[in-house]
């Protein structure tokens, strides 16, 4: 698990989920500098670990992972009483028809494709958790 934090008056709370350290480390910096407060992980064990002691605005996850799949984990989140009020968005480079039909199928509550690019997630992650606290 790493722990990024740029400090700001609003932050949202993010956590990232991929098994890709290239992709964990591209997004999260994204994120960081757009003043999102920020933690990731790789895995289920390492997610339980940040989910112990640190509770997430929005969840953003990739879909194809060894193990279990963004799909799985979704659903596993939304059956667990501790974090079935969490949003979670499948994020992943799936064609957006198809992402959106996962995100359905698990019940996320919102999918991001990772072809738009990064410039747009900072924006579009904000509109999410918005749409979804208030």
């Known amino acids: 698990m790493v722990l990024l934090q ?3 008056v609003a932050q949202h709370k993010v956590l990232l989920i991929d098994d890709s350290e290239i992709s964990l480390h591209f997004v999260a ?9 920020v933690r990731t992980a ?7 670990g940040v989910l112990g002691d640190w509770r997430p605005d929005i969840i953003l996850t990739d879909v194809n992972m060894p193990g279990v799949s963004g799909v799985e ?8 009483y501790d ?10 480079a799936v064609p957006q028809h ?29 509109l999410l958790i918005e749409t979804a606290l208030f």
């Open 6 to 8: 740029r400090m700001t």
């Open 98 to 126: 198809e992402l959106e039909g996962l995100a359905r199928d698990c019940e996320a509550d919102g999918c991001l494709s990772k072809s738009n690019g990064l410039d747009r997630l900072p924006k579009e992650l904000e």
């Open 42 to 48: 790789d895995d289920v064990d390492k997610l339980e």
């Open 83 to 92: 974090t079935a009020h969490v949003p979670v968005v499948l994020f992943s």
């Open 73 to 80: 984990l979704c659903r596993m989140l939304k059956s667990n």
């Open 29 to 37: 910096g994204v994120l960081l500098r757009a003043g999102f407060e």
